[in-house]
């Protein structure tokens, strides 16, 4: 028998405030070259690597309090990684973990105010590449959510667990 899980709970629309406003931050990152607790707010850095976080944990399987979340967040993850960078889509599965390990190692790098290099400004274009895909997944997640809840077709997701 299935298990309902309220809707909204693993979802992609929850991230769509963080990806617009990393996206917006990571353009001001590259116009200053450089990383500033104005242009970057520690709490939305923050936030960003715990995305990252849970959806590493999914692949490793490491720290996993809610593996529901990590799922989601790796397959949300994976979809604006290969949307951001077309060629991965013709890569393993190792070389999509690695990208995603070196988005969440480059946003570690950004704890600490600093100048940017010109490495870490092309890492810094992709990773904005990768939160605007991000936004447009969790954007029509969001609408998608309201249409059927609006219709009333829409009371929870079936969840199957084996």
Do not use: C
Request: proline fraction near 3%; charge should be negative; hydrophobic fraction near 45%.
């Amino acid at each position: 028998m299935p298990q309902m899980l309220a809707f909204g709970t693993v979802g992609t629309s929850q991230w769509r405030y963080l990806a617009q406003r990393m996206e917006e931050a990571l353009a001001d990152l590259a116009a200053s070259k450089a990383v500033t607790r104005q242009a970057l707010p520690s709490r939305l850095l923050e936030a960003a690597r715990e995305f990252f976080t849970n959806a590493l944990n999914a692949h490793s399987g490491a720290g996993n309090d809610d593996p529901s979340v990590s799922i989601a967040n790796y397959r949300l993850a994976a979809q604006a990684l290969r949307s951001s960078r077309p060629t991965i889509a013709q890569e393993s599965r190792e070389n999509l973990i690695k990208t995603l390990e070196d988005y969440a190692n480059l946003l570690a790098s950004f704890a600490d105010e600093r100048r940017l290099s010109e490495n870490d400004l092309q890492a810094t274009d992709e990773l904005k590449k990768f939160f605007h895909q991000l936004f447009a997944r969790a954007d029509v997640a969001a609408y998608a959510e309201s249409v059927l809840a609006e219709d009333g077709q829409f009371e929870g997701l079936p969840f199957y667990r084996s």
